[in-house]
């Protein structure tokens, strides 16, 4: 039940950085960090993605914080777009009631207030980091989900996802390459694949959420094309993009089993175990899965 009291702009103000945090504490440990995970290790295999002058690891290791910031800034203003619709609030009753608005600890329109403030400053954020880039095309693809509401198109969602991810890792690996090396052909084909498993495989955050998708008439490929289906593909394109990939970097037959593993896992969950819980961890599993390719660089022969 949401309060009837309304929070002042100094209560919420004061709770700001609560607030930032429950904003984003869904998506941090399946977002943010993933995200850093890929440019931080991509750095690392500095020689497969990037022109330039390679990075220390110590230089890396010290722009481990502003990578870590710039997913976090990035998604705190496309959280608070996201969460701040009617619909939305009402689908989060459902799915994520702890969330803060439905949880009564700010109102939508004191959401809108907070994103004044948080748009312009990540605007700069990203200027200041030499990813504006990047940082424009995220804002552009934040209103395009959100405020032009492709969130709720069958396919739309998952290209705008896709792209998204792709300006995030790119923008990530280019922090932590630093200001002397430049992502390199290789790179950016390495993004876009990744971008691609994304696409075809995102859709196994949907799974646990159809009750408020459907409420909402979202049009996610699991409600659009049935529960049945959008499992049977997610368990065929993970074991797809673990293969590719591994041809990719031409992976040892030890090395393969760094994806290998958490992509058996994930195909068995997704299609034998299929309550809220059940969806809920295989989704988590996906993005350890998602970890293990973004290690790849640093197995494949080519990195030293």
């Known amino acids: ?26 998506d941090f440990a399946t977002f943010v960090v993933p995200n850093t ?4 290790l991509g750095a690392v295999a500095a020689t497969s993605l990037s022109a330039g002058v390679r990075p220390s690891g110590l230089e ?22 996201n969460q701040r619709a009617p619909e939305s609030v009402a689908e989060d009753r459902i799915n994520k009631p702890w969330r803060p608005i439905p949880a009564g600890r700010i109102t939508s329109d004191q959401t809108r207030h907070l994103m004044l403030i948080s748009v312009p400053l990540t605007l700069c954020l990203n200027y200041y980091l030499g990813v504006w880039e990047q940082g424009l095309v995220i804002h552009i693809i934040t209103w395009l989900y959100n405020d032009l509401r492709g969130m709720d198109e069958a396919f739309v969602r998952e290209i705008l996802i ?16 630093g200001n002397q090396a430049n ?8 993004t876009c694949v990744i971008s691609s498993v994304i696409l075809t495989t995102m859709q196994i ?12 008439g979202r049009k996610t490929v699991a409600l659009f094309l049935g529960d049945e289906i959008s499992r049977g593909s997610i368990g065929f394109f993970v074991w797809f993009w673990t293969c590719v990939c591994a041809v990719f970097w031409d992976l040892s037959a030890m090395s393969c089993a760094v994806p290998g593993i958490p992509a058996a896992v994930v195909t068995w969950r997704v299609l034998t175990r299929k309550s809220w819980e059940d969806d809920r961890q295989s989704w988590q599993l996906w993005c350890l899965w998602l970890l293990g390719l973004y290690s790849l660089p640093l197995l494949g022969p080519y990195n030293g």
Request: net charge positive.
């Open 60 to 81: 890396i290791l010290q722009r481990l914080p502003i990578v870590l910031v710039f997913n976090w800034a990035n998604l705190l203003s496309f959280d608070l777009a």
């Open 162 to 177: 896709s792209v998204g991810y792709a300006m995030y890792n790119s923008g990530s690996l280019q922090i932590a390459l």
């Open 1 to 26: 039940m949401v309060p009837s009291a309304k929070p002042s702009l100094s209560q919420v103000t004061f709770r700001i950085p609560s607030l930032i945090w429950a904003f984003t504490e869904s």
């Open 183 to 190: 992502i390199n052909r290789n790179g950016m084909i390495w």
């Open 37 to 40: 995970a890929f440019g931080i």
């Open 205 to 216: 955050q949907d799974l646990k959420d159809q009750a408020g998708d459907r409420l909402r």
